[in-house]
Nanobody, 120 residues
Framework: VQLQASGGGLVRAGGSLRLSCAAS????????MRWHRQAPDSQRELVAR???????YYADSAKGRFTISADNAKNTVYLQMNNLRPDDAAAYYC???????????????WGQGTQVTVSS
């Protein structure tokens, strides 16, 4: 399974960005898709997640400003980020939990980070 993330960039405080992450692989059965972020000298933290059925979770820092969505047909997850703040600056990583039909267990895969920079 390979993940390709995109959409990061430089934006002014109050601006918006939309991150995308596309998963590719054979016979994918994606159970959950997540966005994490990691700022310098900080631990990686969960920002939002969405299940295949569409249920969502947001970290407190993301509630009301970020929206996670997914296109299951395209195996793609999005993160719409509005009203960005300087403390949102970080490398954003997508993560998918996939059911491996052969092994009968869940597996986690990570994409490369996409950098978000927010100027004040």
């Amino acid at each position: 399974v390979q993940l390709q993330a995109s959409g990061g960039g430089l934006v002014r405080a109050g601006g918006s960005l939309r991150l995308s992450c596309a998963a590719s692989g054979s016979s994918l059965v994606i159970v959950t898709m997540r966005w994490h972020r990691q700022a310098p000298d900080s631990q990686r933290e969960l920002v939002a997640r969405i299940s295949r059925e569409g249920s969502t979770y947001y970290a407190d820092s993301a509630k009301g400003r970020f929206t996670i969505s997914a296109d299951n047909a395209k195996n793609t997850v999005y993160l719409q980020m509005n009203n960005l703040r300087p403390d949102d600056a970080a490398a954003y990583y997508c993560n998918v939990e996939v059911m491996d039909g052969q092994e009968g267990r869940l597996k986690n895969y990570w994409g490369q980070g996409t950098q978000v920079t927010v100027s004040s």
